[in-house]
């Protein structure tokens, strides 16, 4: 089980604005943690998606966007289109594990 | 263009062990910390260790110690990933990767975020 929470699945139609959760704890995604996103296409590596909180590299559409708060944090999806079917996976910071990612969530379009 | 390869992957009878070599281009190597992330098959991303850009500064997952060595050769642009006692649950696709940002040696920690990420080597530990 992963320090970090995701849904397994969420699912939208083409289109509208999901939201994927990723919840943490104070040791996990405290005030000083920052947590990144990654999309993973089927067969695919990881891709940056959202750096920092709510930072899109180069080449990333503006319909991504990352926000967090406390120990929350959130990757939007906004005009969904169907080759957004990914799993998506949220990472922060552990003091005992160093890095953590969340158990990733697929995403159905 | 910045590119990671991976090789090394193979089937292995457990107890075995296997060296994974991971060859960057398109970058200066030795300003970048690097990492190992495995994912076992239909699972997610799981953190395995990052190496400095010199590497004087290792961190492993505590649940990776003991066996997993990482390594590196700057003249060479290769990271590398040495597992020994190799289990039938270190069955996975190893991902080579690298931290986004430039940081000096003393500088270095190991919160990093990573891009790009090379396509990964499959490890089959099976008997």
């Known amino acids: 089980q992963s320090i970090l929470t995701q849904p397994p699945s969420v699912s939208g139609v083409p289109g509208q604005t999901v939201t994927i959760a990723c919840t943490g704890t104070?040791?996990?995604?405290?005030?000083?943690?920052?947590v990144h996103w990654y999309q993973q296409l089927p067969g695919a590596a990881p891709r940056l998606l959202i750096y920092?909180?709510?930072n899109r590299p180069s080449g990333v559409p503006n319909r991504f966007s990352g926000s967090k708060s406390g120990t929350s944090a959130s990757l939007v999806i906004s005009g969904l289109q169907a080759d957004d079917e990914a799993v998506y996976y949220c990472?922060?910071?552990?003091?005992?594990?160093?890095?953590?990612f969340g158990g990733g969530t697929k995403l159905t379009v | 263009e910045v590119q990671l390869v991976e090789s090394g992957g193979d089937l292995v009878e457990p107890g075995g062990s296997l060296k994974l070599s991971c060859e960057a281009s398109?970058?200066?190597?030795?300003?970048?910390?690097m990492a190992w992330v495995r994912q076992a098959p239909g699972k997610g991303l799981q953190w395995v260790a990052s190496?400095?850009?010199?590497?004087?500064?290792?961190y492993f997952s505590p649940s990776m110690e003991g066996r997993f060595i990482i390594s590196r050769d700057n003249s060479r642009n290769s990271v590398y990933l040495q597992i020994h006692s190799l289990r039938v649950d270190d069955t996975a696709m190893y991902f080579c990767?690298?931290?986004?940002?430039?940081?000096?040696?003393?500088?270095?920690?190991?919160?990093?975020?990573?891009?790009?990420w090379g396509l990964g080597t499959h490890v089959i530990v099976s008997s």
């Open positions: 990767t690298r931290d986004i940002l430039q940081t000096s040696e003393v500088d270095w920690s190991p919160y990093n975020w990573f891009e790009p």
């Open positions: 398109g970058f200066t190597f030795s300003r970048y910390g």
């Open positions: 190496i400095s850009s010199e590497g004087t500064y290792i």
């Open positions: 104070s040791s996990t995604l405290g005030p000083h943690s920052d």
């Open positions: 920092a909180n709510r």
């Open positions: 990472q922060s910071y552990d003091s005992r594990v160093f890095v953590v």
